[in-house]
Structures are given as C-alpha cells and as structure tokens.
C-alpha cells in the first residue's frame, strides 16, 4: 500500500512539474509574440511618418527585444515606399542647390548622418567640426541641423 501511494505521489509530482514547465513555455512564446508584434506597429508607424529606421527600444530585452527588433523591421519594410526615403534620409536627403562641388556636397551628407544619430541616441546637438572648414564647415553644419531635427 505504501509503495502504491509512493508511485502515486511520485507520478502526480511529475504531472505538476510538466505543467509547469508547459505553461512557463507558453508565458515565454506570449511575450515574444507581444514583442514582436510591438515592433511591428511601431516599425509601419515609423514608415508612415517618414521617420528613418531605428529599432532599438528600452521596454524589451534579451530574446524580446531580438524579436521586437525583427518585428519592427518586417513592420517598417512593409510600408510601401519606405525604401526610397529611407536611402534619402541616410544619404542626407536631397542636397540643396547652393552646395555644387562634390567636397561639399559631402560635407552636407556626412553632417546630415551625423545629424540623424546624435537625435536618434538622444544626445545634444554638436554641429561642430574639425574635420571641415569654410564653406564646407557651413554645408556640414546645414546638413547636421537638418538630420538632427528630421528625427521626431
């Protein structure tokens, strides 16, 4: 009797732990579905405000944030047309008609990019140089202030 009740207890222990682990395995796919599809709705929002890519975010971590991410870049893939802004945005957008030669025309793009990252890390404005000078200095500087404020 006694080792009928032993069985009994040991098989009921094994049920309890398998639910357990079944029901923490569904919590987990849970949570990366809500991740992913978290990315995914602010990856299309992101498209449809024109804004650049950028889908790092606070509110996940670990696996949710890689499924997040991945869910933020099938969303903003998804709108069409995203691919012709977003080149434009990351090359500095279109380049005013001011600034002919090709040298500055780089000093636009470069300050433009570096524009776009310092606002997307959230960091103050710096629309200085050292490696431009002139008129240059001024095309980096037009274009930093341009990237800096397209992010939202």
Known sequence: MKRNLRVVALLAGIGVALVCVASTNLLAQNEDQQAYQAGYQNGIAAARDHRPMNPNTYDWH??????????????????EGHERWEHEQYAGGPVPDHWHDAETQKAYQSGFAN??????????????????????LTAYQEGYERGYHSIH
């Open 115 to 136: 524009g776009v990252t310092d606002a997307q890390n959230r960091r103050a404005m710096r629309p200085n140089s050292e490696d431009w000078h002139g008129d240059r």
């Open 62 to 79: 670990g696996d949710r944030l890689t499924a997040y991410q991945r869910g933020y870049e099938q969303g903003y893939r998804s709108v």
